[in-house]
Nanobody
Framework: QVQLVESGGGLVQAGGSLRLACAAS????????MGWFRQPPGKEREFVATIRWSGLTYYAASVKGRFTISRDNAKSTVYLQMNSLKPDDTAVYYC??????????????????WGQGTQVTVSS
């Protein structure tokens, strides 16, 4: 079982930047696909980005060019660098792990473990 702990959320003005981190434990991190999702107030959880065990990355259209997902296998940590933040990016951000490597990476049911979430608020 994977345990995930997010950090790095907070309040930032529009146009600013934040970096989220997610520390993983409990399974071999280097062979685990990792993802970030977010849940805006009153809305469904949505895909943000994923980094595969191979290093390949995929992004939601709404964040492509502004957000960067990366991983440090030595630290068992995945990061989400968020630049040019907009008020629409306000959400609880969740880290997720897919260690069974099945399903559509943009769907929540493809992931086996979730962090507790970290709040990101972007003011206008």
């Amino acid at each position: 079982q994977v345990q995930l702990v997010e950090s790095g959320g907070g309040l930032v003005q529009a146009g600013g930047s934040l970096r989220l981190a997610c520390a993983a434990s409990g399974r071999t991190f280097s062979t685990t696909n990792m993802g970030w999702f977010r849940q805006p107030p009153g809305k469904e959880r949505e895909f943000v980005a994923t980094i595969r065990w191979s290093g390949l990355t995929y992004y939601a259209a709404s964040v492509k060019g502004r957000f960067t997902i990366s991983r440090d296998n030595a630290k068992s940590t995945v990061y989400l660098q968020m630049n040019s933040l907009k008020p629409d990016d306000t959400a609880v951000y969740y880290c997720a792990a897919d260690y069974r490597r099945r399903g559509d990476f943009s769907q929540t049911n493809a992931y086996d473990a979730w962090g507790q979430g970290t709040q990101v608020t972007v003011s206008s």
